[in-house]
């Protein structure tokens, strides 16, 4: 528990031709780190770079690689199901493009339709550059939509390897998934028991489970708000970011206002009939703070 995981260079993760864009810190959430730098008076912890942001009617597609019990899968659709439209989301709201209009609360997903489980098709061993031909597959086989509004999550089950996986989740962007489109994705591995410097509740709070009693899922909804949130905020890495990252990044294992779910463990929202430990995000109305919900 004490041990953490080793930060990677971003090489090892993102394509070429993107690296290149990516704000200082990346787009990648790194596991828990308690040295970890905080934004300070130096300067604005955040600013714009002119790039884009996602004001449409944005929409979440999952794939599910590998295994997953259907207990686990339901702790992580409940919570996309109902992230758009809460408090947690708003935060986001708080950022516009270049014309001044704000993402909206609006995140729409319907696990019948926007999810599907691949069992493996590319195997049990990922190397580092599955992401695109994995959507390309779920695209070819009319799985999911192409959606120039969607965020695809490819999210991968413990018992498949990935290779340099030591983040706990990443978003980017690509044009090579379909031709003429920009697509944003993100990739969230499932810790799993192994990998517990992902966990809030193990790594801050030195929990021994979780809220919904499975600390995989649960970690995996915590990257996923990180990972949205940054790509709404910053879906082709130039446009909202700072010194430190992007809006997940300054807020990463920040957790504001906690309570004790059923189990004894730490959560700080409910979403749908479920409780969830998620970290904070960044707001932009220009008090700088890492705030877990807005009305």
């Not at 994705?185 to 009693?213: L, R």
């Not at 082709?236 to 807020?251: I, K, R, V």
């Not at 969830?276 to 890492?290: A, D, K, R």
Request: charged share 15%.
């Amino acid at each position: 528990m004490k041990r953490l995981l080793l930060c990677l260079m971003l090489v090892m993760i993102v394509p070429a031709l993107v690296l290149a864009q990516l704000p200082k810190d990346g787009a990648a959430r790194q596991p828990f780190d308690p040295k970890a730098k905080k934004p300070s008076g130096s300067g604005p912890a955040i600013s714009y770079h002119g790039g884009p942001v996602m004001t449409g009617a944005n929409h979440i597609y999952v794939i599910y690689y590998g295994d997953f019990a259907s207990s686990t899968a339901s702790i992580i659709d409940n919570f996309l199901e109902n992230l758009g439209g809460s408090g947690a989301y708003n935060v986001n709201s708080t950022y516009t493009d270049a014309q001044g209009t704000k993402i909206p609360n609006v995140l729409a997903y319907n696990p019948a339709s926007d999810s599907y489980n691949d069992t493996n098709s590319m195997g049990s061993k990922l190397g580092s550059n599955f992401a695109v031909p994995l959507l390309q597959s779920a695209f070819s086989g009319t799985h999911l939509p192409v959606d120039s509004n969607g965020i695809y999550l490819e999210i991968i089950s413990p018992e498949v390897s990935v290779s340099n996986s030591n983040y706990c989740g990443y978003h980017t962007h690509s044009t090579a998934v379909v031709p003429g489109m920009d697509i944003k994705y993100a990739v969230i591995p499932d810790p799993g028991p192994k990998h517990y410097a992902c966990s809030g509740n193990v790594a801050v709070f030195g929990d021994i489970t979780s809220p919904n009693g499975d600390i995989g899922a649960d970690s995996v909804c915590d990257t996923a708000i990180h990972e949205i949130s940054e790509t709404v905020t910053d879906p082709d890495l130039n446009a909202w970011f700072g010194p430190h990252g992007e809006d997940g990044d300054l807020c990463n294992f920040v957790y504001g206002t906690t309570f004790l779910a059923a189990n004894g463990s730490h959560a700080n929202h409910t979403f749908g009939d479920l409780d969830y430990l998620v970290q904070t995000i960044w707001e932009n109305t220009g008090n700088g703070f890492c705030a877990l919900s807005l009305p």
